[in-house]
């Protein structure tokens, strides 16, 4: 294994690790719906509001002194997925950033053109899709999952993936599941028929360091907050493909990348904080090496650790009666992320009773809404555990005794 922190080390900088519900201190296992942020993250964002807070590109010092937070913050997400500081583009979330590139690509769309989605995808990197192709009479077709190992067929792949495609929208990995699709290889079968790839990178990017050069896709997005930052959202897009957009945009604003893509003041505070989750999974490594080369030690490091963590839990429900685990199992690519159910016993209910122990998981179809309907739990959902940076095999032990008490 990597030699980075080790987890003790690294639940120190957690002051939400000290809570405690019912006498017990908390496990968190909604790290797929959102991880903790480490104290210094909060301290950035405090330091922000306090001391630096004014909007952008005036003459005065805390405008100023804004403009170059916002620029550190750029190159730091910039060294996070592997692009350039004026290829990154901050916004409220994920899925706001996809609705507005949706509106920006559809201004050069016409009917019938075609958008391929994915059934293994989150909504929020199909349904904007889907709205797009309602309002310009596109077609849009979506690549099966499946259900026997929650992966993409491969066929299906080749069969909606043909000449005249506008676009893919594909998922790295997915946030029910944990599947790790092959990125690289999606993204040159698209451009092989000459289609733009968007990929969402959210739930990948809470446990591995994404790599858009290497992928070679037009577009990227993440969220800050699944890995140890705040709410904001994060759109990547090659520079050249950038500044083609049509984006919506107020008359005097700047019109070249990535400020062509941003609208109005934006959550400076936020993206502050975001820049410095990432120097906070940086320093995880120790050292002066670059910063990207940090944050691969990391992030190899953290997924052997997952590795490890998400083997023990799936073993261990897989030996508790009742229970039935969903996705690719573990040995195979994927994230420490499962979902599961188990027999009579709604999933809510579920959450509720292991909360009770200080466990706290999420439960519902996280809106991968078409894979809970594949596996006929669109109306009560799944049981969702992650794991996360600061997750001990302690936790994952009390995880298991908890569902195994549930059963019994």
Request: hydrophobic content about 45%; proline content about 5%.
């Amino acid at each position: 294994m990597s030699a980075i922190a080790s987890v003790e080390r690294i639940r120190e900088h957690f002051p939400a690790l000290n809570r405690r519900h019912n006498g017990h201190l908390v496990a968190y296992f909604d790290g797929p719906g959102g991880t903790q942020t480490p104290r210094a993250v909060a301290d950035a964002v405090c330091d922000y509001l306090l001391n630096h807070n004014a909007n952008t590109h005036w003459a005065f010092p805390s405008s100023l002194e804004t403009d170059a937070a916002l620029l550190a913050a750029r190159q730091a997400l910039a060294d996070w997925v592997g692009g350039s500081p004026e290829e990154i583009v901050f916004g409220a979330n994920m899925t706001t950033l996809t609705f507005h590139l949706g509106r920006a690509l559809g201004h050069g769309w016409r009917a019938g053109d075609v958008v391929v989605v994915t059934e293994l995808d989150h909504h929020a990197n199909s349904d904007p899709w889907r709205v797009l192709a309602k309002e310009l009479g596109l077609e849009v077709r979506t690549i099966r999952m499946r259900p026997e190992d929650g992966r993409l067929d491969e066929e299906d792949v080749a069969r909606k993936l043909t000449p005249g495609v506008r676009l893919l929208a594909v998922g790295a990995a997915s946030n029910a599941l944990g599947t790790v699709n092959d990125v690289a290889r999606l993204v040159s079968h698209a451009h092989a028929v000459g289609a733009l790839t968007f990929v969402d990178g959210v739930h990948y990017a809470a446990h591995h360091m994404p790599d858009v050069r290497a992928w070679d896709t037009d577009f990227f997005a993440c969220s800050a907050y699944k890995f140890y930052g705040p709410h904001v959202g994060v759109l990547w897009g090659r520079k050249a493909v950038l500044e083609k957009l049509d984006a919506p945009k107020l008359a005097p604003a700047y019109a070249s990348a990535p400020d062509l893509m941003e609208t109005g003041t934006l959550n400076h505070e936020g993206i502050v904080g975001a820049g410095v989750a990432v120097d906070f999974l940086a320093s995880l490594a120790g050292g002066a090496a670059p910063r990207r080369e940090r944050l691969a030690l990391v992030s190899q490091a953290l997924h052997e650790r997952g590795e490890a963590l998400i083997g023990r839990l799936w073993n261990g429900l897989a030996a508790i009666r009742g229970v039935k685990l969903y996705g690719p199992p573990p040995g195979t690519a994927r994230t420490p992320t499962l979902s599961f159910t188990l027999a009579e016993h709604d999933p809510e209910r579920i959450a509720l009773a292991l909360a009770e122990r200080g466990v706290f998981v999420s439960h519902g179809d996280f809106y991968a809404t078409t894979v809970a309907r594949i596996y006929g739990r669109e109306a009560a959902g799944f049981v969702r555990a992650g794991c996360a940076a600061y997750t001990t095999t302690a936790e994952v032990e009390r995880l298991i005794d908890g569902v195994r008490a549930i059963a019994a």
